[in-house]
């Protein structure tokens, strides 16, 4: 208690009248400045009154459509849905039906964001920057299905929007889908020799060709 | 107050009249810094030109005065010249105060000045001046890791954040030039946002012991001091150009400073760095180019009783990480750690490219001081501080050249200190603060935000003392602060209700929009801190202490809300909203001998810490990107031992060696298995050799061993790849292996003048281009650490 009785005693008694006017008053203006500026910056950040915005996941694909048309016969939808993201819930994958054996599909894949209203169409982007991306479509071994693709990037590499899926004999396996973001291109067609970052990765399993 | 003004004048022109020139003057000279007596001061009476010196016990006597007001002008060799004026009224008596300049400060060229310990029986260690200058042109993290007990947490070379005895972001608090540095620190992979060159003194506190920087400083107080400025006519400056091999850049420094004898003085300070793509032994590390640019300006006013200072500062970096180390989920870490060599290797090139950091931090300040006579010191202190701090992650539209992660944050901070200095064996300190936060994640970037919007207030309040009696020290002190954070953030829907946030937290819920679900989070803390010691001084050269340290740390914002995928981890992050503060309690030892030949120093401590908040793998998450590993945050007992030594021989009068060795281990108590990042054992040595007849000519060779880490949770996750259907092992836990680096340093002085000099110095780092692999470098997974480093460094003091 004593020490705080003395700094007050001494702050009123002892801080020097001339300490005040010289140093104060001759730099008032420095200290308003200084005031000033330091108001402005304060008063030049952004302003978050209220409640923040909502931020729709812009950079997500929550669902991946690969739709096989074959000449004659029914048509086979290979869906992936993952309306969270990157959230909890798993992607839904679903085959609408079984393949025809010894058939030639012509496929046509489209991304979507569907978080967003409108869902915003991602397949037009994978389009527009053609040697950055390739899709992948990979059968397990026991599926009798190869895939080729009909269309390339400005560079005259593959880039697997449009497809031709043939089947074989009749078989049940795996068939995944990636999607790969700057892989390297050319390349020898698999994940590992790609390399790139993966945004989209759907594996259907008990794929069946009839 | 006009009114006793003129009271005055007339009481005084009153006794005017009775003129009687018989009275005497006395008193003594006394320096201000401690309060010692100061003999051989000259005292002038102005006027009359009748001059008197201080006698052995600091004390004149000026006779044959009269009831007048007069002008002294006193005079020391140590001191500068000031002038007191003294109004005498019959025998008077009245002290002079000086300040004593240390001889260091009038050197031009400080080359370090005297050290005040920051706690009298912690663990704490002060940053050589050379050290510093010598890592001009890499960062503060860099300097701090050739410290004993000291590592680095990295990601890659240019983001370097400093670890203290095993713990690092928010366990480690950073004081620059008095202001607790606010940049984000809870994130690894953010370096403190502090230039390297605008740095005095540095000193780790290695604990918690220096309550009056923070209660929650569990890993440590790293305190930047400024070079501290004479108070004489002076200008002078420094200038640093260091070229390097690696990454074929370089930097430039200089500091410029101005004081007058009248106190005032300005002093500025820029730093200009740049760096293009660094290399391994084998190759390019293609996105490792940076840039920093950085100005700290000062002016301010030290007189003899009072001071204030203003300053400003910008610090802006900007940095690529490795292109390899970008990538999607599980399936592409897999690729990447079983690859030798990182994916992407393309030709140098100074350019950065996505992905990238850029981060700007600015603070401005206001510091006054008051020295009471006889009794200490008071500083109060406002400052400001605003970091933004954007990241550009490599998006599907290469077009889009948005930042992922856009975040600001605002600092508001007032603090009073009061400093009792009036007794040489009884040190005191007392303070209180308040600070404001306000975070502003920018809703542009069209990602979710990686840690919300929120307003944080925080006060704390702390008392410390000291007391020496003989050879004994004894330190105590306590503190507490209050903490509240109120929070708004968005969760996805499916993640609320998974972590059951909606059962445990419905009192936070808004509403919903779409799938995701706007909250209100709102906590406050109440932590208290506390610090005891013991300290015994041996006849001769011997001194040990013991201290114990209380610290509490509130969980930080990432702990509290991360709630999804970290982009440049690729994992996803959950934090936890019932998290309770953590409280350590450590124990340290420092025995040391300081004797001129042989300095030695062993400080072993351990640490138990409650409700330590980690982060480990729990979980694989299936999404429509492939599986990611599921980082959980969760509280555990933990404990840490270890110790650090520091040995230092002079073996013949220009022949010196260094020893240092630092060993830490972590054990998660709850689980009984070992720490995940705990800095491996260490070792480093030196043997310097000088010729000081030869132009200061020095030569340095060191050789940093570190061991392997063999104590390590085993965190690895199966996966089965697409193409194949194979099952295989992500290894994300194995560190890797011991590396052993060769250094050497040569420089040479050269005068220019009288007033000014020139050091030239050569640097050779990993000198035998050594592969390696550092276990707390969050890149070792996709590519090497550096090769060999040849730089040559210039500097020049005016």
């Known amino acids: 208690m004593y020490i705080f009785k003395t700094i007050l005693t001494h702050a009123v008694k002892n801080i020097p009248h001339k300490f005040l006017k010289q140093t104060i008053m001759k730099n008032l203006k420095n200290l308003l400045l200084l005031g000033t500026l330091a108001i402005f910056t304060i008063s030049c950040g952004d302003d978050d009154d209220g409640t923040p915005e909502v931020i729709n996941e812009e950079e997500v694909i929550t669902t991946v459509r690969l739709t096989l048309t074959p000449d004659s016969g029914s048509v086979v939808t290979l869906l992936a849905v993952d309306s969270d993201g990157e959230g909890p819930n798993p992607p839904v994958l679903t085959v609408s039906g079984s393949l025809a054996a010894n058939t030639s599909y012509s496929g046509d894949i489209v991304f979507l964001n569907e978080t967003e209203s409108p869902a915003e169409d991602i397949t037009t982007e994978v389009e527009d920057e053609a040697d950055e991306h390739q899709v992948f479509y990979l059968a397990s071994d026991g599926l009798n299905v190869t895939t080729t693709y009909n269309d390339t990037d400005e560079d005259g590499n593959p880039l697997g929007l449009d497809i031709t899926v043939a089947t074989g004999d009749a078989s049940t396996g795996t068939f995944t889908v990636v999607l790969r973001h700057e892989p390297s291109k050319p390349n020898d067609g698999t994940l590992a020799g790609a390399g790139g970052e993966t945004d989209v990765q759907a594996v259907f399993t008990d794929v069946t060709i009839e | ?798």
């Open chain 2, 1 to 798: 107050m006009k009114f006793y003004f003129l009271l005055g004048a007339l009481l005084w022109s009153t006794l005017g009249f009775t003129q009687n020139c018989t009275y005497t003057l006395s008193g003594y000279v006394i320096d201000l810094h401690d309060q010692s007596t100061l003999n051989q001061a000259t005292i002038i009476v102005a006027g009359s030109e009748e001059a008197v010196t201080t006698d052995t016990d600091g004390k004149y006597i000026i006779t044959g005065l009269c009831e007048a007001t007069y002008t002294l002008q006193v005079s020391h060799p140590a001191c500068e010249t000031q002038a007191v004026r003294v109004t005498v009224r019959g025998n008077t008596t009245r002290n002079i105060n000086m300040e004593h300049h240390l001889e260091s400060l009038g050197d031009v060229q400080v080359t370090g000045h005297a050290h005040e310990l920051k706690s009298k029986t912690g663990t704490e260690t002060i940053v050589d001046h050379q050290i510093l200058e010598s890592s001009s042109a890499a960062s503060l993290g860099d300097a701090l890791r050739q410290l004993s007990g000291v590592s680095s947490l990295n990601t890659g070379n240019t983001v370097v954040k400093p670890v203290i005895q095993g713990l690092h972001s928010s366990r480690v608090v950073l004081i620059t030039d008095g202001t607790r540095l606010q940049d984000q620190e809870w994130g690894a992979e953010h370096a403190p946002n502090i230039d390297v060159n605008a740095a005095g003194e540095v000193t780790v506190i290695k604990g918690a012991a220096g309550l009056q920087y923070g209660g929650d400083a569990i890993g440590g107080t790293i305190v930047i001091e400024p070079e501290t400025i004479p108070v004489k006519d002076t200008l002078y400056g420094r200038t640093i150009v260091t070229g390097a091999s690696n990454g074929r850049g370089g930097s430039i420094t200089s500091s410029l400073t101005k004081s007058f004898n009248n106190g005032w003085y300005g002093g500025v300070n820029g730093t200009y760095k740049r760096f293009g793509d660094f290399e391994t032994p084998d190759y390019i590390l293609s996105n490792t180019a940076m840039s920093e640019k950085d100005v700290a300006l000062r002016v301010g006013v030290n007189r003899y009783r009072f001071g204030i200072e203003g300053s400003y500062s910008i610090f802006d970096k900007e940095s690529g990480i490795l292109r390899s180390s970008h990538l999607g989920g599980a399936e592409d870490l897999v690729v990447a750690i079983n690859s030798d060599e990182p994916f992407v290797v393309n030709d140098f090139t100074y350019e950065i490219n996505q992905p990238r950091q850029d981060v700007r931090h600015q603070i401005a300040k206001l510091n006054g001081l008051y020295r009471f006579e006889n009794l200490g010191k008071l500083t109060a202190q406002v400052d400001y501080q605003r970091n933004n701090r954007l990241e550009f992650d490599i998006r599907r539209d290469s077009e889009d050249t948005r930042p992922s992660i856009d975040l600001q944050l605002e600092t508001f901070t007032a603090t009073a200190d009061f400093d009792y200095t009036a007794d040489n064996t009884v040190t005191a300190k007392f303070g209180v603060l308040g600070r404001y936060r306000e975070h502003f994640p920018d809703p542009i970037t069209g990602v979710r935000r990686l840690i919300p919007d929120y307003e944080a207030f925080d006060f704390g309040v702390y008392a410390l003392g000291s007391k020496q009696l003989n050879q004994w020290t004894f330190e105590g002190g306590a503190r507490f602060d209050y903490n509240q954070i109120n929070a708004e953030k968005f969760y996805l829907t499916s993640v609320w209700e998974e972590r059951s946030f909606d059962q445990s937290f419905p009192e936070f819920e808004v509403e919903e929009i779409g799938n995701q679900i706007f909250t209100r989070p709102e906590f406050s803390y109440s932590n208290f801190s506390a610090t005891a010691g013991v300290g015994y001084d041996f006849d001769g050269d011997y001194s040990l202490s013991a201290n114990y340290a209380l610290a509490s740390r509130a969980p930080n914002v990432s702990e509290l809300f991360s709630d999804g995928l970290h982009q440049s981890a690729a994992r996803i992050e959950l934090g936890d909203l019932s998290f309770n503060q953590e409280v350590a309690h450590k124990f340290s030892l420092n025995f040391t001998r300081t004797e001129e030949n042989w300095q030695f120093a062993i400080a072993p401590f351990a640490s138990f810490i409650n409700d330590f908040i980690l982060i480990e793998p729990t979980d694989l998450r299936q999404t429509i990107r492939g599986n990611f590993q599921v980082w959980e945050y969760r509280q555990t007992e933990a404990r840490l031992l270890g110790f650090d030594i520091d040995n230092e021989v002079r073996l013949r009068e220009n022949l010196t060696l260094k020893n240092q060795f630092s060993l830490v281990k972590g054990q998660d108590l709850t689980l009984d298995d070992a720490l995940i990042n705990m800095p491996a054992t260490n070792t480093r040595n030196s043997i310097t050799y000088s010729l000081p007849e030869v132009s200061n000519l020095r030569f340095m060779l060191e050789s940093n061993y570190v061991f392997r880490q063999n104590e390590f949770p085993d965190n690895n996750f199966e996966i089965t790849l697409p193409a194949t259907d194979d099952q295989v092992v992500v290894d994300v836990s194995t560190p890797p292996d011991a590396y052993h680096l060769i250094n050497f340093r040569g420089d040479i002085d050269f005068a220019l003048g009288n007033k000014s000099n020139l050091n030239l110095g050569l640097m050779v780092n990993n000198m035998f281009n050594t592969s390696y692999r550092e276990y707390l470098n969050r890149q070792r997974y996709f590519a090497d650490d550096l090769g060999r480093n040849v730089l040559l460094q210039i500097k020049i003091n005016y």
